[in-house]
């Protein structure tokens, strides 16, 4: 079954605290994404990433890492979460068009993470 | 930057009526698309429609853009209330390369029995 799986799916941790959400697709996808939801906000791009090894900036990057090395897997890190990070997050993967084409294809979203940083 | 902004933010009908949304961005497009998403779930894509598309059709779904208006309209027809969630417009900015999304903050959407 073709999917966006995500985890963990709830995480409660305190401020400081490392902690890596773990974003994998088995689509082949070259782009993957991750976004954070916040009531009255909508969906807020974090980071995004083209293909293996090249990752991008979002509107919102400040206080998260990313990487892509293998194409499947692209994970989320905070090195040091704030409460202001508590928020729905969201991965997603796509289909790239092929160069030239400026088209693009639909997102597959992951189930999301709850994540709460007191 | 805020690209997508649905309008209204929340809207309630009866089960059978149609329901209308619709979505304004600011700058020039190669694609915009709507996504659904229930209750604390993940978006499920609904419908894509291309700069040089003017209406997409999909089971109860049509879609129309304006590029002049820089606006979209997502229209449900005889609705159920197996409808009821959010709807969010997405676009990807021309002038970004289309290489990153913008979603507004949704429309939610209440279908009552």
């Known amino acids: 079954e073709a999917q966006v799986t995500q985890n963990p799916r709830y995480l409660i941790t305190v401020t400081g605290k490392k902690l890596t959400v773990t974003c994998s697709q088995n689509m082949n996808h070259e782009y993957m994404s991750w976004y954070r939801q916040d009531p009255g906000l909508g969906l807020r791009q974090i980071y995004y990433?083209?293909?293996?090894?090249?990752?991008d900036k979002g509107d919102v990057p400040e206080g998260y890492k990313v990487s892509r090395k293998e194409k499947r897997n692209f994970p989320l890190i905070l090195e040091s979460p704030s409460p202001n990070q508590t928020s729905l997050y969201f991965c997603?993967?796509?289909?790239?068009?092929?160069?030239?084409?400026?088209?693009?294809?639909?997102?597959?979203f992951g189930p999301g993470t709850r994540l709460t940083v007191t | 930057s805020q690209q997508g902004e649905e309008d209204p933010q929340a809207l309630s009908i009866q089960e059978g009526e149609n329901a209308t949304m619709n979505c304004s961005y600011k700058t020039s497009i190669n694609n915009l698309q709507w996504y659904r998403q229930n209750s604390g779930r993940g978006l499920v894509h609904l419908i894509l429609i291309r700069s040089n598309e003017r209406e997409k059709h999909s089971g109860r779904l049509r879609v129309t853009l304006d590029t002049s208006k820089k606006s979209s309209s997502l229209l449900i027809t005889a609705s159920r209330a197996a409808d009821t969630a959010s709807y969010f417009c997405?676009?990807?900015?021309?002038?970004?390369?289309?290489?990153?999304?913008?979603f507004g903050p949704g429309t939610r959407l209440s279908v009552l029995p």
């Open positions: 990433s083209m293909n293996v090894e090249v990752t």
């Open positions: 997603a993967s796509s289909l790239l068009p092929g160069q030239g084409n400026v088209y693009r294809y639909e997102q597959y």
């Open positions: 997405a676009t990807d900015a021309r002038d970004n390369y289309g290489q990153n999304f913008v």
